[in-house]
Nanobody, 119 residues
Framework: QVQLVESGGGSVQPGGSLRLSCVAS????????MGWYRQAPGKQRDLVAI???????NYADSVKGRFTISRDNAKNTVYLQMSSLKPEDTAVYYC?????????????WGQGTQVTVST
């Protein structure tokens, strides 16, 4: 079993910043990818940013230039630095981990952390 624990969510003014953290623990042999997804009420869960084991990254167009994903492999931790936040960034942010088990890529999810951007 793999457990993901997110932290760092909260409420901020437009233009503000937040840093999300996600720590993975449990039966982890290797991590291929870690990332962040978000879901607003009544909407789909969408990719925000991912980072692979070779540190390649991919971002949603809506957050490019504002969000930065990074990882600390020794701590099994992934971060999402969010700046210039907008009201449309309001959502529950979920941490995701992808790990290969006997050739199959399995995904694990955290419980989510709320990010609210409002005046």
């Amino acid at each position: 079993q793999v457990q993901l624990v997110e932290s760092g969510g909260g409420s901020v003014q437009p233009g503000g910043s937040l840093r999300l953290s996600c720590v993975a623990s449990g039966s982890i042999l290797s991590i291929y990818v870690m990332g962040w997804y978000r879901q607003a009420p009544g909407k789909q869960r969408d990719l925000v940013a991912i980072i692979t084991d070779d540190n390649s990254t991919n971002y949603a167009d809506s957050v490019k230039g504002r969000f930065t994903i990074s990882r600390d492999n020794a701590k099994n931790t992934v971060y999402l630095q969010m700046s210039s936040l907008k009201p449309e960034d309001t959502a529950v942010y979920y941490c995701n981990l992808g790990s290969f088990i006997t050739g199959t890529l399995y995904h694990y999810w955290g419980q989510g952390t709320q990010v609210t951007v409002s005046t």
